[in-house]
């Protein structure tokens, strides 16, 4: 098998590393930014200090504040013509995923002149993105270092996937300040999303050695560092939930998403769901489907967890599901679906509608049976039967 890894994004990361945003502007020739973020972060005093040096050395800096939970169509389209009508040269995120999914949003609307629902898919735009700095403020998504963006129509409750090679970020800034006033709650979704991503690459089937290492050591990082990060004032532990984060995203970027992202697009397109509670309590149930096709990459995921595997490979997934309840519900992320957030009448159809996956694969003609092929790239098939039986096991 020929395979490709691609990663152009610089990584500034370090306490401090905020502090250098406008040098990192300037030397990529932006000195018109627009500045994109959320109510919540632009009351922070760390924002206010990044606008305060983007101004202090020059830079002609126009804001949008006004990110919601989701990246949203109107949000992209309305800004990236704003974006073209004033001339601006780049755009810096700063905030967290549907504040980052916004602004690279907007940086691949407005050179290409259309809307971002014109352009999801691969690679579906001619001209390179505007120059891209992330600031991330939740050690999660990873979108900091992904060409992919994902953008929700409020119109039709669909969630649009869109980027290419032309659209990765320039430049990421990981500074653990950004995490210093991140809510509980937030942060632990944030940081089960970010596991999901690493756990996700590895059980790839186009996952290769490098990908591997990178997810591998992006669960050790925040197997061990996650509960600090979360529930104490701990600088170092955030910093490695940051560098965890980016490295998961490098990992999935390049072998891709699997089942439990796949099982949960459905329910978070049609039921609402948030995504970070949909894989999270997914995953421990997809690595045990995944587990028997995969003996050595399950035993590896037990070693970066910090658990013991087990003489058999049935001990072995207990553990790490054991593990994975532990660490979850220490920080404070849910382990089960309730009824009242995925009705379990609802299952039969969650399951046929996660069919098509994340890239792009088409729904069959006619009535859907329980054979069919769910789209997704984890190392082993899964139908829609084995989907309807994954889903059943998230309530117990």
Do not use: W
């Not at 649009?160 to 006033?181: K, N, R, Y």
């Not at 170092?236 to 995203?249: C, F, G, I, T, V």
């Not at 299952?347 to 996660?354: K, L, P, S, T, V």
Request: aromatic content about 4%; hydrophobic content about 45%; charged content about 20%.
């Amino acid at each position: 098998m020929i395979a490709n890894f691609f990663m152009p994004t610089r990584l500034v990361h370090g306490p401090g590393a905020l502090g250098r945003i406008a040098d990192l502007a300037r030397g990529l020739g932006v000195t018109r930014p627009l500045v994109v973020s959320d109510p919540a972060i632009a009351a922070t005093a760390f924002y206010q200090a990044a606008l305060a040096t983007l101004r202090a050395a020059g830079l002609d800096v126009a804001t949008f504040e006004g990110c919601g939970i989701d990246a949203r169509l109107s949000h992209v389209d309305s800004e990236a013509e704003r974006v073209r009508t004033e001339g601006r040269d780049g755009v810096i995120a700063i905030g967290g995923g549907s504040v980052i999914c916004t602004a690279k949003g907007i940086a691949i609307v407005a050179p290409n002149g259309r809307s971002f629902a014109d352009m999801t898919g691969v690679a579906n735009f001619r001209n390179k993105a505007l120059p891209m700095i992330m600031a991330p403020t939740t050690a999660g998504s990873g979108s900091e270092v992904s060409q992919f963006t994902l953008v929700k129509d409020e119109a039709t409750h669909r969630k649009l996937v869109g980027g290419g090679p032309l659209s990765f970020p320039d430049v990421a800034i990981l500074d653990p300040v950004t995490l210093a006033t991140l809510p509980q709650r937030a942060a632990a979704g944030s940081a089960v999303d970010a596991l999901t991503h690493a756990v996700e690459a590895l059980f790839s089937s186009l996952a290769t050695p490098l990908t591997d290492a990178l997810a591998l050591e992006a669960i050790r990082l925040q197997a061990a560092s996650m509960r600090r990060s979360i529930l104490s004032d701990d600088e170092k532990a955030r910093a490695d939930n940051l560098l965890a984060s980016s490295m998961a995203n490098m990992a999935c970027g390049n072998a891709r998403l699997g089942l439990a992202h796949t099982l949960s697009l459905p329910l978070e397109a049609i039921l609402d769901l948030p995504h970070t509670i949909g894989v999270g309590v997914l995953i421990p149930r997809v690595v045990a489907f995944n587990a028997p096709v995969a003996p050595e990459k399950t035993r590896a995921l037990a070693r970066a967890l910090g658990v013991t595997a087990a003489d058999d490979l049935r001990g072995t997934v207990e553990a790490i599901r054991d593990a994975l309840f532990r660490l979850f519900e220490d920080v404070g992320a849910p382990i089960r679906f309730a009824d009242t957030e995925v009705p379990q009448a609802r299952i039969g159809e969650m399951a046929a509608a996660a069919i098509p996956g994340l890239y792009g694969g088409a729904m069959p003609d006619g009535e859907v049976h329980d054979g069919q092929v769910i789209h997704q790239p984890g190392v082993r098939r899964a139908s829609v039967r084995d989907a309807r039986a994954i889903y059943a096991q998230c309530y117990g």
